[in-house]
């Protein structure tokens, strides 16, 4: 089988990301939507003074969510996710801004699969949360 | 190696948790997507769920005995480790379908390995649990890795 790649997918092209400001309505309805209640992200004189949390925490597969978001508003409907994987390697707080995104890392128009280099950062332009996807171009 | 790992630690290393059966409904896919930020109509209306919907599905609906002080349910697949403090996690996902509405999915967990690294502070150890989701017509959804790190 040969891929469907686009001519236009280039190694090193950035995907357009976006950015997020999370704020407790949001923590929460996330929180909800798992049935997690973790103290940590609902919780501020627990997360702070028992924990030592500067603020609530953002949950972390949150992030994963994110990443995502990333991959799926830029491939839209011209690809499949095949495989995302992430990991949290540092805590985010509520008030602080996130920015999702990535970059083409690898194309195999064999397979038409397209490798993707995916990164949360934080204000201080740390990357607090990196990630990888696979998508498939199918013909 | 510090040796922290005993053959009866080991031993649980294949360890499987019964199969969990969920429903997918629209309602739940939509408070997912508008909880997570979606953009995308077929998210937000709740058509097809979005790429981490699984982890709310199966994500453990436990009593309220079963909770720590600070919130959080103890995962009974895993043994008592002789370390603690979870450092980060992460997550591998392999996606083999979508999931839409309508859906009834079973998901089982599997103890698949459990070893041990020597850090820069002192030893570590790494667990993998891994998630499998099928259909009820037994075609396969999605085959999550997650790895979490205790020092």
Not at chain 1, 71 to 77: A, L, N, R
Not at chain 1, 82 to 103: H, K
């Amino acid at each position: 089988m040969s891929g469907a790649i686009p001519a236009e997918i280039q190694v090193g092209e950035e995907l357009p990301g976006r950015a997020h400001t999370p704020d407790n309505v949001a923590l929460f309805m996330y929180n909800a939507a798992l049935w997690n209640p973790h103290r940590i992200h609902f919780d501020l004189p627990y997360a702070t003074e028992v924990e030592g949390y500067p603020g609530l925490v953002i949950a972390g597969p949150l992030m994963g969510d994110w990443l995502g978001e990333c991959v799926d508003e830029w491939i839209t409907d011209r690809a499949m996710l095949v495989m995302l994987e992430y990991s949290n390697r540092q805590a985010a707080f509520i008030g602080e801004t996130l920015s999702a995104g990535g970059v083409v890392e690898a194309i195999d128009t064999g397979t038409g699969e397209v490798s993707l280099d995916l990164y949360i950062k934080n204000e201080a332009g740390e990357v607090i949360t990196p990630g990888k996807a696979i998508v498939r171009f199918d013909e | 190696m510090s040796g922290l790992l005993s053959p009866e630690l080991l031993a649980n290393i294949g360890k499987t948790e019964l199969p969990r059966t969920e429903v997918v409904t629209r309602r739940d896919i939509r408070k997912y997507a508008i909880a997570t930020d979606q953009r995308q109509r077929k998210y937000l209306d709740g058509d097809e769920a979005p790429p981490l919907f699984h982890v709310a599905l199966f994500w453990d609906v436990v009593e309220r005995d079963e909770l720590t002080p600070d919130g959080v349910s103890i995962d009974k697949l895993l043994p008592k480790f002789p370390l603690e403090r979870a450092m980060a996690g992460g997550l591998n996902i392999r996606y083999h379908d979508k999931i839409r509405a309508g859906d009834t999915l079973i998901g089982t967990r599997t103890l698949t390995d459990i070893y041990e690294k020597e850090g820069r502070s002192g030893p570590l150890i790494f667990y993998e649990v891994v998630l499998e989701v099928v259909r009820d017509d037994a075609t396969a959804v999605i085959t999550q890795t997650t790895t979490r790190i205790l020092r």
